[in-house]
C-alpha cells in the first residue's frame, strides 16, 4: 500500500463523475475474469492461528500464507460461485519491499526465487516478482518515505543516508535485473513442468492534465513515462524511456545488451495498484536545478485533488482506472493485467456502514468493466483488503478492510462491514442495480447494531 503523501497536494472541487457501467454484474465480465480480494500472508495467518472460524459468506476462502517472510498473498476462489470444477489461483509476491534482502544482489533474489519456485510452485500459478517495483525505488530511495528510508537532502525526509539524484535509478535497475533473471530462471527450469505465469506488480497512478494546455499535456505524457514507461520499457523494448535517458543523463543506468535481451519480454502478466488519480502539471523550472532527484528530472507537479480537504476517504475517480487500462492497451500493447489492489480507506474506528467503499468499489469495478468492454485485457480484480488488520499493526490509522478485526476480542472476531455484503452480492452475480444498496442494508442489520470494543 502507498500512503500517499506524494509531492504536491492541492486542493480543488472535483464535479461529480458520471460513468457508463453503473448498472452491471458479475456476468457481464467474461467467465474466466478472476475476483478476488488482496491480504496479506502475515494477517490472515494470525486470524487463522487464533481463531480458526470463516465468516459465513467467505466461507469458499482460503489463503495462500505459505511464503517465508512477509509476502502478498491473494487468492481467489470466488469463481467456484460460478464453476464447479475450479482451479485455484494465487499471486505471491516473492519480493516485498520489507524484506532484508539485499536487492543489490540479483543472485540472492534468484536464488530465493528458485527455492519458492521449487517448493511452491506445484501449488502457485501467478507468480509476482516485486511488489510495487516503482513505489519501491521512488519511496524507498527518493522520498526515503519507506524503506530503507534512503534520501538526501534538499529532497526527501531527513535521511541519514542515500542519494535522491542517482539512487532511484538504481534500485529500479536492479529490480528489473533481479526479476528478469527469476523469470528467466522460471521460463527455463519450471513453466514447462507447472504450468504457471511470471510477472511484476507496479503502482499506476490516474494521470491527467490540470489544464489542457500544451505544455500539461506533454507533462502527462512525461509524468507517464517516468512513473510507468521506467519499467514498461525496458520489459517491452529492452531500454528506458528517450526522456528519461535525457533528463536524468548519466545518473540513469545504461543496460549492456545481454541485460537489455534478459530484460526484454520477461513477462507473462503484470499486477497493477491502483487507487487514485492525480493532474498533472508542467514544472519546467525544476530541470534548471544543478542537483535534481527523480521529481525534479520529470518537471511536473503531481496535485492530488480533494474536494473535500479533511475527508480521510480517497476521493473517488474512477475513470482514473479506466484510463489506466487504456493507456496499456494502447502505449504497450495491451498485455493481461490483473488489478492486484483498489480500494478506499476509512479511519479504522470508523462504523461498519461503510458505504464510501462500496460507491468507490461499485464505481472502480465499473469503470473497469468500461475497459474491458473497450478490448483491455484486463484478466483480474483484487479489491483491498479482506481485513483491516494490517494497517492496524503498521500503526496507520487507516483501514482498508472489508471486515473490521476486534484485536481485543482474544478470537479476533471480524464483523462484516456493508462493503463486505456488497461485493459477496456482487460475486453472487447480483445486479448493482436490482438489487442495489438498500436491499444490502436491509439485510445486513448487523451492520446498525454492531459497536466497536474500544
Ligand atoms: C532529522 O534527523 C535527525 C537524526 O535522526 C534528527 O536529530 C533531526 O531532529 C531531524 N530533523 C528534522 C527536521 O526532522
Ligand atoms: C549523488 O551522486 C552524484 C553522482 O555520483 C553526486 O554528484 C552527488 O554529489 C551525490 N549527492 C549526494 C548528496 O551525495
Ligand atoms: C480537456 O479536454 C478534454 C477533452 O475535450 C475534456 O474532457 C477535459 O475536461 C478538459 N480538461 C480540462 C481541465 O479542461
Ligand atoms: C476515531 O479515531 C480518531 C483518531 O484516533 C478520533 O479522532 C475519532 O474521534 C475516533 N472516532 C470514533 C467514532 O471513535
Ligand atoms: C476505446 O478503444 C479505442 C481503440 O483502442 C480508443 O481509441 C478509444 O479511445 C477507447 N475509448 C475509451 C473511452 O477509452
Ligand atoms: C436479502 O435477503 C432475502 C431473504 O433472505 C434474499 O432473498 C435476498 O436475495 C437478499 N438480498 C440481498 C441483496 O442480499
Ligand atoms: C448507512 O449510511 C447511510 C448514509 O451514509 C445511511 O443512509 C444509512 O441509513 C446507514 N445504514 C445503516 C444501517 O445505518
Redesign the pocket.
Known amino acids: 500500500m502507498l500512503r500517499l503523501s506524494l509531492w504536491v497536494f492541492l486542493l480543488l472541487n472535483l464535479a461529480a463523475t458520471l460513468f457508463s457501467s453503473d448498472i452491471y454484474s458479475r456476468d457481464d465480465f467474461p467467465p474466466d475474469f478472476i475476483f478476488g480480494s488482496g491480504t496479506s500472508a502475515y494477517q490472515v495467518e494470525g486470524a487463522a492461528n487464533e481463531d480458526g472460524r470463516t465468516p459465513s459468506i467467505w466461507d469458499t476462502f482460503t489463503h495462500a500464507g505459505i511464503v517465508p517472510g512477509n509476502g502478498d498473498t491473494a487468492c481467489d476462489e470466488y469463481h467456484k460461485y460460478k464453476e464447479s470444477n475450479h482451479m485455484l489461483h494465487y499471486t505471491i509476491v516473492i519480493y516485498h519491499r520489507h524484506s532484508k534482502m539485499s536487492m543489490e544482489d540479483g543472485k540472492d533474489f534468484t536464488l530465493y526465487a528458485d527455492a519458492c519456485f521449487r517448493e511452491f510452485g506445484d501449488r502457485v500459478l501467478y507468480w509476482t516478482t516485486i511488489n510495487e517495483g516503482n513505489i519501491f525505488a521512488l519511496a524507498g530511495y527518493d522520498t526515503g518515505m519507506m524503506p530503507p528510508l534512503r534520501c538526501s537532502p534538499p529532497f526527501g525526509f531527513n535521511c541519514s543516508k542515500g542519494n535522491s539524484s542517482t539512487e532511484p535509478y538504481l534500485a529500479a535497475h536492479y529490480i528489473l535485473l533481479a526479476h528478469a533473471s527469476a523469470a528467466q530462471l522460471y521460463k527455463k527450469k519450471y513453466q514447462d513442468k507447472q504450468h504457471g505465469f511470471i510477472g511484476l506488480n507496479l503502482y499506476a497512478f490516474g494521470m491527467v492534465p490540470l489544464t489542457n494546455t500544451t505544455e500539461d499535456v506533454i507533462a502527462t505524457q512525461r509524468a507517464k513515462d517516468f512513473f510507468i514507461g521506467w519499467f514498461m520499457e525496458p520489459l517491452l523494448f529492452g531500454d528506458y524511456p528517450n526522456i528519461m535517458k535525457k533528463n536524468a543523463g548519466s545518473r540513469i543506468p545504461a543496460f549492456t545488451s545481454d541485460e537489455s535481451k534478459m530484460v526484454k519480454g520477461s513477462f507473462d502478466f503484470l499486477g497493477l495498484n491502483h487507487y487514485n488519480t492525480l493532474n498533472i502539471k508542467d514544472n519546467p523550472s525544476s530541470l534548471k536545478m544543478d542537483h535534481r532527484d527523480l521529481a525534479g528530472d520529470m518537471a511536473a507537479e503531481l496535485i492530488f485533488m480533494q474536494d473535500d480537504p479533511s475527508a480521510f476517504e480517497f476521493p473517488s475517480r474512477p475513470e482514473g482506472l479506466q484510463g489506466v487500462l487504456e493507456y496499456f492497451k494502447q502505449a504497450y500493447g495491451n498485455p493481461p493485467i490483473y488489478i492486484h489492489e483498489n480500494g478506499q480507506r476509512t479511519q479504522h474506528n470508523a462504523?461498519l456502514?461503510d458505504?464510501?467503499r462500496v460507491e468507490y468499489m461499485k464505481g472502480f469495478i465499473g469503470s473497469l468493466l468500461d475497459a474491458v468492454r473497450n478490448g483491455s485485457n484486463a484478466r483480474g480484480y483484487f479489491t483491498w483488503s479482506f481485513l483491516d488488520v494490517l494497517e492496524l499493526l503498521d500503526g496507520y490509522e487507516s483501514s482498508y478492510g472489508m471486515y473490521y478485526v476486534d484485536l481485543e476480542d482474544p478470537d479476533l472476531k471480524r464483523y462484516p462491514k456493508?462493503s463486505a455484503h456488497w461485493y459477496s452480492d456482487f460475486l453472487k452475480g447480483r445486479s448493482t442495480h436490482a438489487h442495489g444498496m438498500i436491499e444490502v442494508?436491509k439485510n445486513?442489520?448487523a451492520?446498525?447494531h454492531a459497536h466497536f470494543v474500544q
Open positions: 462504523s456502514n458505504t464510501r456493508l442494508e445486513s442489520s451492520l446498525s
